[in-house]
Nanobody
């Protein structure tokens, strides 16, 4: 199982970013995919998840209405569109899959929101 995130960067408050996570090594369309983030000095927290066919999504309260998770099963890729970014969104963002009772993570992509 391999997960590779991309799309992070430095943006100003109020701007947008779209993160991507490309997966390989498992039947992507059959698994829930999750985005987590970890800010310096804080625990890793769940940001959003999406079920295999994309029929169900959910979000942390802190990002509801601003972030949208989606997936393209033909491309084995999950996305998170992040709008109206705030400084408190600054973190390393990771995608995750639970496969055969083991958590797999990508290397993470840094998102920094600062003026």
């Amino acid at each position: 199982v391999q997960l590779m995130e991309s799309g992070g960067g430095l943006v100003e408050p109020g701007e947008s970013l779209r993160l991507s996570c490309t997966a390989s090594g498992f039947a992507f369309s059959q698994y829930v995919m999750r985005w987590y983030r970890q800010a310096p000095g804080k625990e890793r927290e769940l940001v959003a998840y999406i079920t295999g066919a994309g029929e169900t999504t959910d979000y942390a309260d802190s990002v509801k209405g601003r972030f949208t998770i989606s997936r393209d099963n033909a491309k084995n890729t999950v996305y998170v569109q992040m709008n109206s970014l705030k400084p408190e969104d600054t973190a390393v963002y990771y995608c995750n899959v639970l496969w055969f009772r083991r958590n797999y993570w990508g290397q993470g992509t840094q998102v920094t929101v600062s003026s």
